[in-house]
């Protein structure tokens, strides 16, 4: 079954990549009414056993999904982790 083009719909992470670059999607803070998630980026470089992180952002949930599914028209594939994420901050 081919995997589905829709972002999921539960706050949790999710990783995309096309065999060069990956995006790690991960929820970092939500209210009642916002979700805010952050978005990695980074280049698959050959003989090398993570990617090249190049950016780190975040953005709305809303703004999470349309980048999803224009990763998603682009090619990009859901695949397992790529690199261990740091732990969450915590709260001050």
């Given at each position: 079954m081919a995997a589905s083009k829709r972002?999921?719909?539960?706050?949790?992470?999710g990783w995309l990549s096309d065999g060069s670059q990956v995006l790690h999607f991960r929820p970092s803070r939500w209210t009642r009414h916002n979700q805010v998630l952050e978005?990695?980026?980074?280049?698959?470089?050959?003989?090398?056993?993570?990617?090249?992180?190049?950016?780190?952002?975040?953005?709305?949930?809303?703004?999470?999904i349309r980048l999803w599914r224009q990763m998603r028209n682009a090619g990009l594939q859901p695949c397992p982790p790529q690199w261990v994420p740091p732990a969450s901050r915590s709260p001050r």
């Open positions: 972002p999921p719909l539960s706050p949790r992470e978005v990695t980026s980074g280049e698959l470089l050959p003989g090398e056993p993570v990617p090249l992180l190049k950016r780190r952002r975040e953005l709305t949930r809303e703004e999470a």
